[in-house]
């Protein structure tokens, strides 16, 4: 087993170093410059030519390094709060590493980089990372020096390192597509969190509090406040220096902080295959995760359980390894597939499932592995259903129920946070040996799904430095900086899940859409443009369009607009009504089983609801089928074509409540009401989804112009850019 060790942390006493550009785009927060101080030929300036890989466009050694360093700041600049730009200092130099083990990157914070009673100081007394400082008292503390200084390995792909059972190289794709590689862009995300701040500067091993260059202090580290020992309750700002030193080895050293405590239950969790039915086998069953794909998470993956079937042929002489196109695809569209394990990859046994439509992947793993259940490498960004393994034993039991109707859920089970003390608080690595710039100032390995800022690289991090995904903005948070999630693009894209579709991301979804942004690469012009058409996405969704669009165009032709008011209906009845419609009778997910058959019986149950309420019966009760349609036509201020009237007369039939629930929904279904409907209704969105608010009239009527005067181009418009980086929109989620 190799072990690529994340980092070092290095007292700020010693200088080590970043040097190109790397400017927020428009959705950033903080400017962050990497300044190469590598010789010529050497590091970030090494010459050899190289084929671009993973949205990586460099076409030297050098140039992929330092756009793997700009990706990263981009991603970190996008959710800090800094007026003051933070420079990272790096260069590239032979560190410590065996065949087996190896230090991947040490950060410290740069000359002058403890700073203590500042103006605007939360804390007196505390020493603070010069980055964090520079943010709280909005001024440069340090000025030229750099804020972070980091030192990375450029001894990763050679012979001696990282090389027992093959040769492990840095991964230099923005694209998370590393496979058996350690991906560099993750290995950046952790080194740059320790220059702000995350990591102590007391002494871990003897306990003693840092002093300054100028002799002041000893004072403790502002982190130092949130280490708490879960046995004697007792932070390490209240200890002793052979209390704290106790602490650092005890395993109970745990995080006390408001953030990370209230954002740990959706992050932390217990992967779980959970069966169903049938009854005889329902329950919870252990996993082993994948290191590719999306992550299982608590929005979780139902749907019933099929054996994949594939030919026994060259890739596998199987009928049930899935090493090649599966023969029953049809059965297994929309299902989660079973397969064995063994013959080829664990990647191309979940592609070809996917290829065949499935929302997931259980591996049933051989029984005499020991143990029962492992983490399966690999690496293949186009991947977008979750995969779990079970036992070999788990995996005879799923099997012997595939004809009683079973079916299953891929789940993070956040009832059960792993890596967490009895009061449920993130546990520290504190491990019984002290390990110098790797204890304390980590979380501990138990943490699950892996966390940026454990001690060693995991291959399953998505990029994201927020909640639900990671903790690490939420320690920042705890320690003082502004840290705003939607800047982070996991975030951006779930949290349009939750304002548009009412409901958690499925996994494949927020995998292509976190993706399609990510694969910019580090052209910000790029990135913008992809922010606003996946935010633009959502309203024109299939899914949207049959349910939230279509509740808002039966308002307009029920009753025209509101009283004294642009638009037809309120934000609370559209919300409850949009909830209804996208869940009941159930869920509809578009992409996942027979979404079409279920869209298409909750819109007749809405109709159908809808007509009978009191308002639409004082409106529209006994009216004729030609002035029920005449009268919804022309409150959605439509004429119709003759052919659109006469479908809707004909849908209405003997009238009752199916009848006027038929013709309501052939008036706003129809293309004209459609057509007519549709700039006010996407304007209106920017205000329900984006603002979560109903909307003021000048600025409705505003973008509603601005809408028509480029015939619904929403960019020429440039109003879905408008929301999405507006000061209101931002100040939802932090500063």
């Known amino acids: 087993m190799k072990r690529g060790i994340l980092s070092k942390v290095i007292a700020a006493a010693f200088v080590l170093a970043l040097a190109a550009s790397a400017s927020p785009n428009a959705f950033g927060a903080a400017t962050i410059l990497i300044k190469n101080v590598d010789p010529a030929g050497k590091g970030f300036n090494d010459p050899t030519p190289v084929a671009p890989v993973g949205n ?9 390094r330092l756009n793997a360093f700009q990706f990263a700041a981009n991603l970190w ?3 800090l709060d800094s007026s003051v730009p933070i420079t990272i200092q790096a260069n590239w130099s032979a560190l410590s590493c065996s065949s087996t083990s190896g230090i991947l990157g040490q950060t410290g914070t740069g000359p002058n980089g403890l700073q203590a009673n500042f103006q605007n100081a939360p804390q007196s007394n505390t020493w603070y990372a010069v980055a964090l400082a520079n943010a709280l008292s909005g001024t440069d503390l340090n000025g ?7 030192t990375f390995n450029s001894s990763v792909g050679s012979a001696g390192c990282l090389d027992s059972g093959g040769q492990t190289n840095f991964y230099l794709g923005l694209d998370n597509n590393h496979g058996n590689d350690i991906d560099l862009v993750s290995v950046l995300l952790h080194e740059f969190t320790h220059g702000f701040g995350f990591l102590t500067f007391t002494n871990g091993s003897t306990g003693a509090q840092a002093t300054g260059s100028n002799g002041s202090g000893p004072f403790p580290t502002i982190y130092d406040y949130f280490l708490t020992d879960g046995a004697t309750g007792k932070t390490w700002v209240q200890m002793t220096n052979a209390e704290r030193s106790a602490s650092a080895i005890s395993s109970n050293l745990v995080w006390n902080g408001a953030n990370v405590d209230g954002d740990l239950h959706g992050v932390l969790g217990t992967p779980r295959v959970r069966v169903n039915a049938p009854a005889g086998i329902a329950g919870n069953y252990a996993v082993g995760t994948a290191d590719f794909g999306p992550p299982v998470s608590s929005a979780s993956t139902t749907a019933n359980v099929v054996l994949a079937q594939d030919p026994s042929d060259a890739s596998g002489a199987s009928t049930t390894d899935g090493c090649s196109a599966l023969t029953n695809a049809s ?3 929309g299902n989660i597939a079973l397969i064995d394990r063994g013959t080829c990859t664990f990647v191309t046994k979940v592609k070809n499932a996917q290829n065949a439509g499935a929302v997931g992947v259980i591996i049933a793993n051989v029984t005499s592995s020991s143990p029962p259940v492992i983490e399966m490498g690999g690496g293949d960004s186009t991947i977008n259903i979750p995969s779990l393994m079970v036992s070999g034993t788990d995996a005879a039991t799923l099997k012997g129920q595939l004809g009683a109707g079973e079916n299953a859920t891929l789940l993070l089970d956040n009832s059960a946070p792993m890596g967490v003390d009895s009061q449920a608080r993130a546990l520290m690595f504190a491990p019984a040996t002290f390990s110098g710039g790797s204890s304390v100032s980590h979380w501990d390995t138990s943490l699950f799904p892996n966390q940026i800022m454990e001690p060693n690289i995991s291959g399953d991090l998505v990029h994201s430095v927020a909640a639900p995904a990671d903790l690490t903005g939420s320690q920042l948070r705890d320690i003082g900086w502004g840290f705003n999630p939607i800047g982070d693009v996991n975030f951006f894209v779930r949290q349009h899940y939750l304002d548009f579709l009412n409901r958690p991301p499925d996994a494949s979804g927020l995998n292509f859409w976190r993706n399609d942004i990510f694969n910019c690469g580090v052209d910000t012009a790029c990135s913008d443009v992809h922010h606003v058409n996946t935010s633009a996405a959502f309203f024109l969704s299939i899914e949207f369009q049959g349910t939230g669009d279509l509740v808002y165009k039966m308002y307009k032709a029920a009753f025209g607009n509101l009283a004294g008011k642009p638009v037809a209906v309120q934000r609370t009845d559209f919300m409850a009504d949009t909830q209804t419609i996208q ?10 089983g027979n979404w079409q ?18 308002a639409f019966q004082s409106a529209h009760g006994g009216q004729s089928a030609s002035a029920f349609v005449d009268s919804l036509f022309a409150n959605a201020a439509v004429t119709p074509t003759t052919a659109e009237r006469n479908a809707a007369i004909t849908a209405f039939g003997g009238g009752g409540t199916a009848g006027e629930a038929a013709a309501l929904r052939s008036v706003a279904e129809s293309t004209s009401v459609s057509n007519a409907t549709f700039n006010e209704s996407f304007v209106l969105m920017q205000y329900f989804g984006y603002l979560q608010r109903d909307p003021d009239t000048s600025g ?5 112009a601005k809408l028509n005067q480029f015939n619904g181009d929403f960019v020429q ?10 000061t209101e929109y931002r100040q939802r989620f932090g500063p």
């Open 717 to 726: 418009a440039e109003m879905v850019k408008a929301f999405i980086t507006s």
């Open 583 to 592: 869940s009941k009778p159930a869920q509809v997910i578009v992409g996942q």
């Open 331 to 333: 059965a297994v569209s």
């Open 597 to 614: 058959a279920q869209l298409e019986a909750n819109k007749q149950a809405f109709a159908q609801a809808f007509v009978q309420r009191t």
């Open 144 to 150: 030229s020096a750099p804020e972070i200084s980091a």
């Open 700 to 704: 409705y009527n505003f973008w509603l």
């Open 77 to 79: 600049g996008a959710t």
């Open 56 to 64: 990586n466009t460099g076409t030297t050694l050098g140039q992929q």
